[in-house]
């Protein structure tokens, strides 16, 4: 099937689905979307695109956005960064501070919140205006100078969370955090309040699908291997606990945030993200799952 | 780089590499191999195939061979399979009881013992001779009728097996194991017995990068959708603790064993299998993760 | 106030106190038991006895009997026995495999499940008759000829122990099983399958409320120094996870069974039985838990 | 052997004993003290007292003071405290977060470092000037009006105890802690550095073994029932996770604390106090728990 045709059909059918996921409700901020929201945009790297539903409303990207914190990051810093994240699954809640103390206060991996505040941490040892740096880099690769944080959800994360205080403070006592807790979270927050249309995150994650060029300008941006190595990372841990039942049922790499937002990659053909905030009990996105489990199936094409 | 060009250079680039290394000796049989053997054999679903080293010569799959026995289950079982296994990544050490207990008895995915032993269960019940349907099973789909047990390993992990003892007798607690558990752990110390050399390994490997289908004769043996499912949890599961970093590393889907080998395919190309007995601390051959790593580099070629 | 005018009130009090507890189930032979069953009998080390209620009739001693096969591999082994199994409170379940795995099979105290298998395996080495030595034991300590194991209730948990089993191949893993695993289980089942009165139960605790001799004849069984340990380990770990939640309520050491029965001990005043078949939710006799409790408020004595 | 014989030969058979522990080093302040002081100090409940070695010499209390936090909060809450912190042993090392995530963010009792600062924040919300009023309570139940913090042992422990912050964040993201991070944090860095000597330890802890009542004056300042639950808090929790091993040992309901003193009471007898900075492994004075142990052995008295 084609794209514009397996997207239509998709479309149509979940359109109307019965929905029995929850909102992320411990962000005040997030729990005022309309839960009914849906869109698809599939990007291919060829230049075309497809279209279906509410894909030209901003949505925060949460945890989706820690994918252009660890490129950019492991685009300074190299092999080094991963002295202090790992890359494999977590086998766990994402919240989990069990492994962090088992492990010595090295995350598992980069996209677990431990391992995001950890990235940040880097980010904010090398970069001069971490905030400002980091916006720049996400608009160069998206190549849109509109994008933005959300100021109100990064306060209305920052009221609630005491949690990723204590992973901080937990890291810094493995002498694994180097800034300031609050110069840490503040950054931390404030990625996670990224916000983006579906157009505008499908074609900020073509350079993923692309071999590190930019599809407009065919510039090389990020280094091809790490991009591969990125990619991989995605597929092994970019679900939170859900990462294998998602290579199983997709078989994209990929990455999700509770703001109900989904961005996937086919290397080599097209940039896909999908839009529906309700989320399953693993806290992804369920209409967004089946939405891209429905799509791999009807184009029976997957990287797998 | 072509296949040829990289095999060999891989080649040798690493026989002469210091591997530190050790065998597995908790298996006494396993012990006894000489730890210095080395072959890497590349089958291409075009019907090439290229070779070095050690290739022509029987080691014992353990690990590898429960991709196999997956394979049989799903083809037999369908989804119902996953009411019994999850496919998530353990995020812990392959024999851990810990994520057992913790989710009552359903072990995260077929790859862990745990889970490798619900499969064998599941086998056990619905086949008339578990280990000559087994066998029968895996002949067919490698297109050879002389791959055979090694009664002398099986042997030798019997008596040496109090952990899968225990897993059994612990899953059967939590009501996941139908059979007497000495049939069960009969069926499953053969399975691990399983002989191959690198060329008979590789090939049988062919039918996961082509889609099911057999290359010599196109027959469709294992339905298409679900091999792209066992690849997909080769992906997430197939290296024990190290699953991520054979991801990152290599990127392709693959699955390991402590006998030193490991297979792994990129579909729509290529099966590869490689034998080296020296394990890493996390019970994957050293030499053999380094030469599949070296393979994907030198090919400028992954799933990612 | 005097013991028995405590023993009396707190009989007439229970006696209709609506119990919300539960049978222990997984044990068949147990669920037939009468749930209503109460008594409470108490004897001092000076000779006088106390007796209120059911305290006649026969009951499964189940963990009870812990305190037994402790003291008398103790008695033989010495300080030996602290290399195979450990004194601290678990902090977890009754059942859990976690630190013994944290812990490579060294169990934490002697009275969770794994601990007490380490101990009947201590006596299946040391004993030429097992069962019918440790009999001969208990009785002498009771001065009891007529102590008997249950048969049906040995066989009914035997048929339903899979996670005995499982622990005790999983030590044998580690290397800290010595016999064969059946020998082992037929020893600790028939063990907690020791039947007695309440009457019975508080005689053959005497002797650790006397420092180690008979009330009767004053007979130095057991050495008092580890007569005092016997009833530290009590204290700490007699009441799976609620040991801290006994010693703050009652003040003794102690320890319960499954089976709905309760010995303590007050060292230099008396010991005293409980019984009552339903348990709360960690597994102890909720009416025996809440006599001993109303006991020592009433006497204004405990331990502390 | 009487108290006087009995210390004495205790002092001089420990004062050349070889000991391996090492100090407590993580928090710089305690690392500059002298290593080999060495002190006992025994004060009976009739008035006589013992002393030798080191008892005139301040040292830090940290853990040891625990005791008169847990003493204050549940003498003006009562049984309402033990909804936020339970009374259970936690079978793991003390600064542990594993049981807490597992257990909803209540501690497993009052003296590992968590519930020791759900203490300190109930006292923050009941107390007027909590540190000024806890001292005053404190001078109050050792009758001693000179009893105070360390401000640099306080500062110290601020400066490194990331750990802590992170305890509180974390508990507070469950809801369990109700004033700000710092004002806790503040209360309990100054509670551990509350310093004594010997003498003063000894005759602070005289009212946990006389009932409640001060010997001086027979005030009754804590009830009798609730002196015996801290007791009994003390022995199955008073000494990280070696509380099994003291009460295995000793004997006595008692507390350590890392800056190398020990209290341990007996009821109805007398109050110790043993000081010597180097610790074992699990965090106890090597030497304190060897004089307390050869005390009880001496005396031939202990409360089992």
Known sequence: MQYNDALKSIFNELKDWED?????DYIPELAKVNPNKFGIYLSCING???????TQEKFSLQSVAKVFSLSLAYSIEGARLWDRVGVEPSGNSFNSLWQLEYENGIPRNPFINSGALVVCDVLCSILDNPKADFLQFVRKIAGNPNLNFNPAVAKSEQETGHRNHALVDFMKSYGNIENPTEKVLDF???LCSLEM?????AKSFLIFANGGKTVEDNLQLLSSVRIKRVNAIMQTCGFYDEAGEFAFRVGLPGKSGVGGGIAAIHPGHYAVAVWSPRLNDKGNSSK?????EMLTTKLELSIF
Request: proline content about 0%; some cysteine.
């Open 20 to 24: 029995l996921g929850s909102m992320a």
């Open 48 to 54: 075309e695109s497809f279209t279906y539903g509410d």
């Open 188 to 190: 931390y927050f404030n």
């Open 197 to 201: 249309t579906c157009e505008a995150l």
């Open 288 to 292: 967004g799952m089946k939405a891209l």
